[in-house]
């Protein structure tokens, strides 16, 4: 576990632009978990300016990986509507 640290400035930037709440689930971040999330992934040519750089959980962005956002929502979004369908094909079958 990383020890305690106030905010940096550039910290504290990044999570005013989100309202101090995730950018991957939408939950607030508290000091340990938060990470720096790149809109576009280093391993995508990304960079680390301000303008790349959104808050976000540490385990969302493990979660993520190098997909970008709308990546992941979309994959998200497909992957709750199969449990939907499996939901419903087992209610059927009561
Ligand atoms: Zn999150």
């Not at 809109?39 to 959104?54: A, C, D, Q, T, V």
């Not at 385990?59 to 998200?76: I, P, S």
Request: charged share 35%; proline share 3%.
């Amino acid at each position: 576990m990383k020890p305690k640290k106030p905010y940096s400035r550039l910290q504290r930037n990044i999570l005013d632009k989100t309202g101090w709440r995730c950018v991957v689930c939408g939950e607030k971040i508290r000091r340990k978990e938060f990470t720096k999330e790149h809109l576009l992934p280093k391993s995508r040519g990304g960079n680390s300016h301000f303008n790349n750089l959104w808050a976000c959980h540490y385990d969302c962005n493990q979660e993520k990986g190098a997909m970008t956002l709308e990546e992941y929502t979309y994959r998200c979004m497909e992957e709750r509507r199969l449990l939907e369908i499996k939901c419903k094909l087992t209610q059927k079958e009561k």
